[in-house]
Nanobody, 124 residues
Framework: QVQLVESGGGLVQAGGSLRLSCAAS????????MAWFRQAPGKEREFVAR????????YYTDSVKGRFTISRDNTKDTTYLQMNTLKPEDTAVYYC?????????????????WGQGTQVTVSS
């Protein structure tokens, strides 16, 4: 099992930047594919980005390509989401996820472990 704790959320103006962090503890961090999801009020939780165990492969939802960057530091058991050129539609609670269970990489059901989430609010 792994425990996940997100940080770095906040209020930012449109066009600004934030960097989210997700610190993991428990089992070997480097054995996990890591992902970020987000959930806006009244909407379903949606995939944002994921990164392979060694960091060599990254994947993004179309709406954040070119603006967000997922990365990881396996020496610090931490994954990051650098978010640039933020838009009001990026406003959501952002969650990191781990423990891919063989399901859909792009669905919340594909992951067993979740953090508590961190709020990102982008004002226009």
């Amino acid at each position: 099992q792994v425990q996940l704790v997100e940080s770095g959320g906040g209020l930012v103006q449109a066009g600004g930047s934030l960097r989210l962090s997700c610190a993991a503890s428990g089992r070997t961090f480097s054995s996990y594919t890591m992902a970020w999801f987000r959930q806006a009020p009244g909407k379903e939780r949606e995939f944002v980005a994921r990164i392979s165990r060694n960091g060599g492969n990254t994947y993004y939802t179309d709406s954040v390509k070119g603006r967000f960057t997922i990365s990881r530091d396996n020496t610090k058991d931490t994954t990051y989401l650098q978010m640039n050129t933020l838009k009001p539609e990026d406003t959501a609670v952002y969650y990191c996820a781990a423990g891919y269970n063989g399901g859909d990489y792009y669905s919340p059901s594909g992951y067993n472990y979740w953090g508590q989430g961190t709020q990102v609010t982008v004002s226009s």
